[in-house]
Antibody, heavy 126, light 107 residues
């Protein structure tokens, strides 16, 4: 069974740091791109970082310079280091995976984010 | 940066009715668009990828269409378990983006 399990969420004060982890199982982790997506309660989904199978990283402007995504393929694990946290970072954080591959006909196919974890809650408050 | 705009924000329908949800991109995303369903207290789950392909296990009443900037998710006949929030997402260019969501509620 393909599975992602997040951990590391909690209550921190503004300006503090937190490191989230995501443990993967049931698939060849190193072949997949990985993402962190967050959701403020009752609000829209927000993509906050992505890392390719080759280790290339991507961020939106809202977190660039504060968040760092990394992966450890030998441990089937994904991480998100979050620094200088603010109340605006309070949310449920999900890890998710997707993949881009080429079909036998040569067509580029994107799988969509087809596996999601259950989420871990980060609360930033004094 | 690509912005995805979903409409309507809320769709009030009865079971058995047809639901048509729209997602418009601020610039072309080719067919790199996915649709997700989210129920309260749950993580999103993939419905449609590459604009028109149903994910594994998704019933045939769900269909996606479109390319470029205009996309549609259609639920041909709403079942009770389909009342949820639906999001579109693009992976044409970085940064990735989600739409604001459409809530399909029981009328």
């Amino acid at each position: 069974e393909l599975q992602l399990v997040e951990s590391g969420g909690g209550l921190v004060q503004p300006g503090e740091s937190l490191r989230l982890s995501c443990a993967a199982s049931g698939f060849t982790f190193s072949n997949y791109d990985m993402h962190w997506v967050r959701q403020i309660t009752g609000k829209r989904l927000e993509w906050v970082s992505g890392i390719g199978s080759a280790g290339d990283t991507y961020y939106p402007g809202s977190v660039k310079g504060r968040f760092t995504i990394s992966r450890e393929n030998a441990k089937n694990s994904l991480y998100l280091q979050m620094n200088d946290l603010t109340a605006g970072d309070t949310a449920v954080y999900y890890c998710a995976t997707d993949r881009i591959y080429y079909s036998t006909s040569g067509k580029r196919v994107w799988t969509g984010m087809d596996v999601w974890g259950q989420g871990t809650t980060v609360t930033v408050s004094s | 940066e690509i912005v995805l705009t979903q409409s309507p924000a809320i769709l009030s329908l009865s079971p058995g009715e047809r639901a048509t949800l729209s997602c418009r991109a601020s610039q072309s995303v080719r067919t790199y668009l996915a649709w997700y369903q989210q129920k309260p207290g749950q993580a999103p789950s993939l419905l449609i990828y590459d604009a028109s392909n149903r994910a594994t296990g998704i019933p045939a009443r769900f269909s996606g269409s479109g390319s470029g900037t205009d996309f549609t998710l259609t639920i041909s006949s709403l079942e009770p378990e389909d009342f949820a929030v639906y999001y579109c997402q693009q992976r044409s260019t970085w940064p990735l983006a989600f739409g604001g969501g459409t809530k399909v509620e029981i009328k």
